[in-house]
């Protein structure tokens, strides 16, 4: 059990007065009572500054699929920090990293180095737009692609018009709202509707999170990822997958592995470089050689060396035999666990997930009891207490360090804490 957090509340109280909200990204607010700050972590496992022990299920929003300082990761950065960290030009490394990328993937030919999800969606966005010679894309509601102005917009499931779509925040660019087409997601016949009419609406691309990760953990039903693939080529639009939450997570080969269906491009980032900041776009020659025929691709940090160290050994280790079914099987324990104990105590959740990405889906609740959400913020409360982490975003991300041991012992934690909430 935990004992004191008095320690992260003094660190949060001083950071707050020189940070806003005191946290270096916002939804790391969203935890209660205040945000925790963490000295350390080894496989499932967290420690606070006041020594508490965690078992971990933000994994740093999807990047520790391999769980924390995975030894053969934690290695390969050791071995090329001393040597240099940058050099402004090239190093094997790159070399080895790309290899390791594109041999992973399938269909994928061609590759770009980038340092966040944000980023490479903006560049996948460039390409698409110098391939095709248009301008607006397709995205769909719910899901999320970044803060860029771009593509901060339609986050709601009910903005699925151009009447009903909203910038996302306060200082965003309104003139990008003329730059998307917001869809429903799994909709195929407004799918159709929109890619028929690809020249009239100037589409040079559909941008999708293949199981809008943000949107609800959703999976794509039998024949929408087909008949998008269909109509993006009849129609000369190109299709983006933004695989940065799911890339090496629900499959070695990603969402194309899983459902067969690959795009043009891709955008990688999170577990690809465990725990390390690098994102990539992966794709057709076709598309991605226009950096070679007057599209420029910047970026001072793109193909660091200890970045690449750390992809080259992530895909090694993501590669051993068993390791996907392992993660899938501690998954499916987790959510059926959880669903177990949401159903005998009439909680106000229930429990969903794809591979190792999981969503905790609110319930609407009757005789005036507490709404999913709030009910949300006091299980995760009351879990931090027991020693269990998540954060109340309706996301949990299960890791390959988690054993069945850590899924059992959560679940023990999970039903002493609803029954508490009863």
């Known amino acids: 059990m935990v004992t004191s957090i008095q320690s992260s ?14 946290v270096a990204s916002s939804l790391r607010g969203s935890a209660k009572p205040h945000p925790l700050f963490f000295a350390r972590g080894y496989g499932s496992r967290l420690w606070d500054v006041d020594g508490n022990e965690y078992i971990d ?28 960290q940058m050099n ?19 269909r994928a030919e061609r590759l770009l180095w980038s340092n966040t999800g944000t980023e490479a969606v903006q560049v996948a966005l460039r390409l698409a737009r110098a391939h095709t010679g248009r301008n607006r894309f397709v995205k769909f509601s719910g899901s999320y692609h970044g803060w860029h102005d771009t593509v901060y ?11 009903s779509i909203a910038a996302g925040m306060p200082g965003q660019n309104s003139s990008v709202l003329n730059d998307v087409v917001v869809l429903p997601f799994n909709d195929v016949s407004a799918l159709k509707q929109a890619l028929s009419r690809a020249g009239e609406l100037d589409l040079a691309a559909v941008l999708l999170d293949p199981i809008n990760s943000s949107g609800g953990v959703v999976e794509p039903s039998a024949d929408f990822l087909g008949t998008m693939r269909q109509l993006c080529d009849d129609f000369g639009v190109v299709l983006i997958f933004d695989e940065v939450i799911t890339g ?7 969402a194309a592995e899983r459902w067969h269906v690959g795009p043009d491009l891709w955008t990688f980032g999170k577990a690809m470089a465990g725990g390390f900041s690098q994102s990539a776009i992966v794709g057709r020659a076709e598309v991605i050689d226009r950096t070679d025929r007057g599209f420029r691709h910047l970026g001072t940090y793109n193909g660091n060396p200890v970045a690449m160290a750390a992809i080259k050994a992530s895909m090694e280790a993501l590669s051993a035999p068993g390791s996907y079914d392992r993660l899938e099987r501690n998954s499916n324990r987790f959510v059926a666990g959880m669903n177990r104990i949401f159903a005998e105590y009439s909680a106000p959740l229930v429990a969903h997930g794809i591979g190792s990405m999981i969503g905790l889906h609110s319930l609407v609740s009757a005789g005036g009891g507490p709404t999913g959400s709030t009910y949300l913020e006091r299980l995760c409360a009351g879990l931090a207490e027991r020693g269990v982490f998540m954060l109340p975003i309706g996301r949990v991300w299960v890791s390959m360090a988690h054993t069945e041991s850590d899924i059992d012992e959560t679940l023990t934690q999970v039903d002493g804490t609803v029954q508490g909430l009863r």
Not at 248 to 254: D, E, N, P, Q, Y
């Open 9 to 22: 509340k003094e660190a949060w109280q001083r950071y707050r007065g020189m940070v806003p909200g005191g």
């Open 57 to 84: 299920y933000l994994g740093a929003f999807g990047p520790m699929v391999l769980g924390h300082s995975h030894p053969a990761i934690v290695q390969a950065v050791l071995d090329v920090v001393p040597l240099m």
């Open 88 to 106: 402004g030009m090239c190093s094997l490394l790159e070399v080895d990293a790309a290899a390791a990328i594109l041999s992973r993937i399938p």
């Open 153 to 163: 917009l339609g986050l709601d499931s009910d903005q699925a018009s151009m009447s």
């Open 248 to 254: 090496f997570r629900v499959a070695l080969g990603g």
